[in-house]
């Protein structure tokens, strides 16, 4: 029975089934790595992209009426952004000042 089994190890067929194995649990990681950061990138493409929209928003809202507004503006944001995909605000002076801060401190 040892030596069945030994010769069975040994034969171009179990060789050939292992090499395929191999061949594919590599491409399929492959595969699963290409996936995983392509996704990373597109989320991260569409959270700088609400992010830019927003700062041009508020910036535009600052432009047109002045800092009260912008100041108002981002308290209504907060107020009205509850979910997982909210953005925290932070309002500074061309000097560093901060304006505005509602970022929690950890």
Known sequence: MNQLRRQFFHTASFRLTGLYLLLFV??????????????????????RSHISNDVNLLLFEYREDGLDELLEETEERIEKSRGHDRLLY????????????RIPKS
């Open 26 to 47: 590599t491409s399929v990681g492959i595969l699963v790595a290409l996936l995983f950061f392509q996704m990373r990138q597109t989320l991260q493409n569409e959270v």
């Open 90 to 101: 932070m309002v500074q002076s061309p000097s560093g000042r901060v304006v505005f801060d």
